[in-house]
């Protein structure tokens, strides 16, 4: 039998998507096995056949591409300094919605192709349901932004916003591990096994009960020492709340100032205080002091190499990098343990924030650890405040059943 000239592309499966070669491009229509992707694909045929020389996008739509939309937004965001942590959350967003509708026309998004992205997300396995709710509104702000820059029709905007957030409890998600507070003793036990810089983070975020960014992007002209009234003051540059209270002026008492006095020696306005470079540094003076063997010939030729051409770190931490030094030290201590003495337990840079709204609320009360946390509304200190179980735990350690007395006899 002879071949075919005129074959139109076939369906073809790419993990969990369907798509078509055209003219050595990628097509996408949809997820696999799903109507909607059947649909799609006999609409691009149904194109094709009408017009053999149908543009490079879905069906013969016109217009801005999903992803090209995604490109412009990504761009717009990276040039207004966000926050890295949220210009990271809307780069995973994306990431689930180009995969899947990247070669579809703006306008041809839907309510549907919205649920279908979250369908992805959930089976993912990896996100919980509120970060899977929290990717879904980053989408609807990609397509809000497409909708100011006039190429995405508002019909678009309007209609996806009607998609319900994920209840507690539906099928295939899951809840986050709800965060604890860290007892200041497990933290006082973990910082002989942290750099320096590190340890020095570790103390002026549990002092001030700041979230971890806050710490980690401190610069040095972010504090200001001119008020002459005995404090510091650290103003951030940006944060998270930064919207709704507008400048967050953070006071610096003589315990902070102590620490942070040798780290800003030398340092221009734009230098970050607390550098990866200086930990890295303190840890390499740290092996060499402890180093039992002699240098080697070999060594020193490798040690002049690095010199030459030294290795480039990050000008600041982050999350990440922050937590990974903290469970590093918490793995470290625990090698190291004396016999009958309790292993550390893992506690993460968030922990601190926790652990200073426990400890304030507990003292003086929850309306300063409400300052202290910069919150609009008592509400959400109460979510960070966990002395409340602390009393719990009080009363059942010293309780006694009332009914256990001689005198409670019946007649």
């Known amino acids: 039998m002879p071949k075919l000239k005129n074959q139109y592309p076939k369906n073809c499966r790419d993990r969990s998507r369907a798509f078509s070669w055209y003219n050595g491009k990628?097509?996408?229509?949809?997820?696999?096995?799903?109507?909607?992707?059947?649909?799609?694909?006999?609409?691009?045929?149904?194109?094709?056949?009408?017009?053999?020389?149908?543009?490079?996008?879905?069906?013969?739509?016109?217009?801005?591409?999903?992803?090209?939309?995604?490109?412009?937004?990504?761009?717009?965001?990276?040039?207004?300094?966000?926050?890295?942590?949220?210009?990271?959350?809307?780069?995973?967003?994306?990431?689930?919605?180009?995969?899947?509708?990247?070669?579809?026309?703006?306008?041809?998004?839907?309510?549907?192709?919205?649920?279908?992205?979250?369908?992805?997300?959930?089976?993912?396995?990896?996100?919980?349901?509120?970060?899977?709710?929290?990717?879904?509104?980053?989408?609807?702000?990609?397509?809000?932004?497409?909708?100011?820059?006039?190429?995405?029709?508002?019909?678009?905007?309007?209609?996806?916003?009607?998609?319900?957030?994920?209840?507690?409890?539906?099928?295939?998600?899951?809840?986050?591990?709800?965060?604890?507070?860290?007892?200041?003793?497990?933290?006082?036990?973990?910082?002989?096994?942290?750099?320096?810089?590190?340890?020095?983070?570790?103390?002026?975020?549990?002092?001030?009960?700041?979230?971890?960014?806050?710490?980690?992007?401190?610069?040095?002209?972010?504090?200001?020492?001119?008020?002459?009234?005995?404090?510091?003051?650290?103003?951030p540059a940006h944060h998270k709340t930064e919207q709704h209270i507008g400048e967050k002026p953070m006071p610096l008492g003589k315990p902070e100032q102590e620490i942070l006095a040798s780290f800003l020696e030398g340092k221009t306005v734009e230098q970050a205080i607390f550098s990866p470079a200086q930990a890295q540094a303190e840890r390499n003076t740290e092996r060499r002091a402890n180093r039992k063997t002699k240098f080697t010939p070999s060594q020193k030729k490798r040690d002049a190499t690095r010199a030459a051409k030294p290795k480039q770190y990050r000008e600041l931490y982050d999350k990440h990098t922050y937590n990974r030094a903290i469970t590093y030290a918490i793995a470290k201590a625990n090698q190291q343990l004396q016999e009958g003495e309790k292993p550390i337990p893992k506690w993460s840079p968030y922990a601190l924030r926790h652990a200073a709204a426990t400890e304030t609320s507990r003292t003086v009360g929850k309306d300063k650890a409400k300052a202290l946390l910069a919150h609009r509304s008592i509400r959400t200190t109460e979510i960070y405040d966990h002395s409340d179980l602390e009393v719990r735990e009080e009363l059942a350690r010293n309780r006694q059943n009332p009914f256990a007395t001689k005198g409670y006899e019946s007649d």
């Open 26 to 235: 990628r097509i996408y229509h949809g997820v696999w096995g799903s109507p909607e992707a059947k649909k799609n694909y006999d609409r691009f045929i149904a194109a094709l056949m009408e017009n053999p020389t149908l543009p490079l996008q879905m069906g013969a739509s016109a217009g801005v591409l999903v992803s090209e939309l995604a490109a412009g937004f990504l761009e717009h965001i990276e040039s207004r300094n966000m926050d890295k942590t949220d210009v990271g959350h809307f780069k995973r967003a994306i990431g689930f919605l180009v995969e899947i509708y990247g070669g579809f026309s703006v306008n041809e998004f839907s309510p549907k192709k919205l649920k279908a992205v979250r369908n992805q997300m959930v089976k993912a396995g990896t996100l919980s349901r509120p970060v899977i709710n929290l990717y879904v509104r980053k989408i609807r702000s990609v397509f809000s932004w497409g909708t100011e820059e006039e190429v995405v029709n508002s019909n678009v905007v309007h209609a996806i916003r009607e998609v319900k957030a994920l209840r507690k409890g539906e099928q295939g998600t899951f809840e986050p591990p709800p965060r604890k507070h860290v007892p200041d003793d497990v933290v006082r036990r973990t910082l002989p096994f942290l750099p320096p810089t590190v340890a020095a983070m570790v103390q002026i975020q549990r002092m001030l009960g700041a979230r971890p960014s806050e710490v980690f992007n401190m610069r040095a002209g972010d504090i200001d020492q001119t008020r002459g009234n005995g404090l510091w003051y650290y103003v």
